[in-house]
């Protein structure tokens, strides 16, 4: 699961132009996965933003972010709610280990470097979202991004007619989309069809 999870990653910011060198070669013991930092990314050509970047990112952000630290925590069956990251002292590990700092030193000191925390999803309630957040914020993440915001750019920038035979992942979601077993977000079923037409047929 960890191996896909990072070809998600890796695929969805080189998608968006950024260079990404893969922090972590060796596999780490048994259980301790998730303690290590997944990737370091830059951006060759940000663009100025006057306002800072939101806590959860889109992809509408991503031409603004500049250089990122990326902690991959591919926990797919989990929703990130509080009572999750209260009880999961796991999960911020990485930010005590020397590996951390070894990568902070990978940029210059007055470069801002964001820690990005990619998880699958947070609360939908906008309470228990609030409060997950202000927990990631007080660990010491300077933004999250979700697995469902990168798979859905993917899928939509993934061409069935183009032969992507240099990555395993991206020629799966083409032929997935050549059978027809992903399509474009849509609700055709409900839209009038013409002019006082029906969405629905009897």
Known sequence: MAAISESIVREYFELHEFLVRQFRKHVAPAGREDDEIDFLVINPQPQNREAGLPFVLSSADLPFLERAIVVIKAWHTEVFSPALLTNAPELFRFLEKKSFQAACNTFKRNQNVLKILVVPVLPR??????????????????????????????????????????????????????????????????????RGGKGLKK
């Open 125 to 194: 309630e906008a309470q228990a979202r609030d409060h997950s957040i202000a927990i990631l914020r007080a660990k010491g993440i300077d933004a999250v991004l979700s697995f469902p915001t990168m798979l859905a750019d993917l899928v939509s920038h993934t061409e069935a007619r183009r032969n992507y035979q240099k990555s395993d992942l991206l020629q799966t979601i083409r032929i997935l989309r050549t059978y027809d077993f992903l399509k474009e977000p849509q609700l055709e079923l409900f839209k009038a069809k013409g």
